[in-house]
């Protein structure tokens, strides 16, 4: 089955302790994207990657790092987490950056930073 | 800012009945997408207009673009139970091609009843 899986699902950490969340997707798609989505402010790009290690900055990336290594994946690092990065986030990807691609979002991670 | 102001926020219908919700945006569009987000669960791609379109069918889903009044519209006819959900609008804007950045609104909650 076609599909973007994000892991974990849900957790709750500290300030400070270094996270890392996954996401991997199964369709050989170029483009991968994350986002984080807060109640008044709607879904907000963080980072994106055009293919194989070519990455770059979305609206909201301070305080978050990424890496593509290898196609599929594509991990979202929180090396000191803050509280205001509690939220939720999702990983999406699509054939390609073309701009008629629709993209696949995974089922989402919720992050509570104390 | 984002992009898009979806309208209403929220609407509860009855099953069999349409349901139709409204968007807005602000700037020059390559097209406007619409996704479902069922509760706990990731985006999932309806339906894409492309701006040189006006309308746009999928099943029971009908989109109509108006690019003069930057617009647009999602009517789900004959809703069921299952269409409970949130809707939300995004865009690529003209100057997200090397991006692939979604804009999207803050979305219309529809809830069904049976």
């Known amino acids: 089955e076609a599909q973007v899986t994000q892991n974990p699902r849900y957790l709750i950490t500290v300030t400070g302790k270094k996270l890392t969340v996954t996401c991997s997707q199964n369709?050989?798609?170029?483009?991968m994207s994350w986002y984080r989505q807060d109640p008044g402010l709607g879904l907000r790009q963080i980072y994106y990657s055009m293919n194989v290690e070519v990455t770059d900055k979305g609206d909201v990336p301070e305080g978050y790092k990424v890496s593509r290594k290898e196609k599929r994946n594509f991990p979202l690092i929180l090396e000191s987490p803050s509280p205001n990065q509690t939220s939720l986030y999702f990983c999406?990807?699509?054939?390609?950056?073309?701009?008629?691609?629709?993209?696949?979002f995974g089922d989402g991670t919720r992050l509570s930073i104390l | 800012s984002q992009q898009g102001e979806e309208d209403p926020q929220a609407l509860s219908i009855q099953e069999g009945e349409n349901a139709t919700m409204n968007c807005s945006y602000k700037t020059s569009i390559n097209n406007l997408q619409w996704y479902r987000q069922n509760s706990g669960r990731g985006l999932v791609h309806l339906i894409l207009i492309r701006s040189n379109e006006r309308e746009k069918h999928s099943g029971r889903l009908r989109v109509t673009l108006d690019t003069s009044k930057k617009s647009s519209s999602l009517l789900i006819t004959a809703s069921r139970a299952a269409d409970t959900a949130s809707y939300f609008c995004a865009t690529r804007t003209r100057g997200s091609s090397n991006t692939g950045k979604l804009i999207f609104g803050q979305g219309t909650t529809l809830q069904v009843k049976p």
């Open positions: 369709m050989n798609h170029e483009y």
């Open positions: 999406a990807s699509s054939l390609s950056v073309g701009p008629n691609q629709p993209q696949h």
